[in-house]
């Protein structure tokens, strides 16, 4: 199994500039989750999704979109790059059942935004 | 909304050394959970609590769980260079589906 992938692993966008990160999980997680991170601020949650087709807001989504049409996919979207979103972007993934929801990451994607 | 305070921020330690980081949250937590991120690599999972005073050990690794379920601490005997990274405590409130992590603590070890 490949767990949690991420897609790209790095990316330099220009202001104004969109572009979408692509999570994908291949352990049949119900609950998956965009987060970014940035130094000393540890880890702060963008959106979230507890199945295929829903979405929801975490602390930080404004700029930022997502969708989960596929059940193992998460995909998350800059429509305009501001250089505030230069960050490191993880994503993760949970099942929903079972008393012990610990949350598997990808590797990340680290984004910088001139 | 929930917050989940961590410190110490930095903790830096001779190896041999203990080390020590603590977890406030201004709310009853229904669990919380440790993770490990070493330098330049994505959070670990480590373990989760779930039990009002609940104290669980792994190895040289001790966690325990406030009788309030608002606070938390992760205790490393006699640290080794493997331990070096940043450890991070999230909590869980009611039946959200979602966690809240703290800004966690770099511990950097001399050999």
């Known amino acids: 199994n490949a767990g949690v992938t991420q897609t790209p692993k790095f990316r330099v966008l220009k202001t104004g500039q969109s572009m979408t990160l692509l999570c994908a999980q291949d352990?049949?997680?119900?609950?998956m989750y965009w987060y970014r991170q940035d130094p000393g601020m540890g880890l702060r949650l963008i959106h979230y999704s507890v199945g295929e087709g829903t979405t929801a807001k975490g602390e930080v989504p404004d700029g930022y979109n997502v969708s989960r049409l596929k059940k193992q996919n998460f995909l998350l979207g800059l429509e305009s790059a501001a250089p505030s979103q230069t960050s490191v972007y993880f994503c993760a993934s949970s099942y929903s059942a079972g008393r012990v929801h610990e949350q598997y990451f990808g590797p990340g994607t680290r984004l910088t935004v001139t | 909304g929930q917050q989940v305070m961590q410190i110490p921020q930095y903790q830096h330690v001779q190896e041999g050394e203990d080390f020590t980081t603590y977890c406030n949250s201004s709310?009853?937590?229904?669990?919380i959970q440790w993770y490990k991120q070493r330098p330049g690599g994505h959070p670990v999972f480590l373990i989760q609590l779930v039990k009002s005073g609940e104290v669980k050990k792994q190895k040289r690794l001790t966690f325990q769980f406030g009788e309030a379920k608002k606070n938390s601490s992760l205790h490393i005997t006699a640290t080794q260079t493997t331990d070096v990274g940043t450890y991070f405590c999230?909590?869980?409130?009611?039946?959200?589906?979602?966690?809240?992590f703290g800004k966690g603590t770099k511990l950097t070890v001399n050999p």
């Open positions: 999230a909590g869980r409130q009611g039946g959200s589906e979602k966690l809240v």
């Open positions: 709310t009853t937590l229904s669990n």
């Open positions: 352990m049949n997680h119900e609950y």
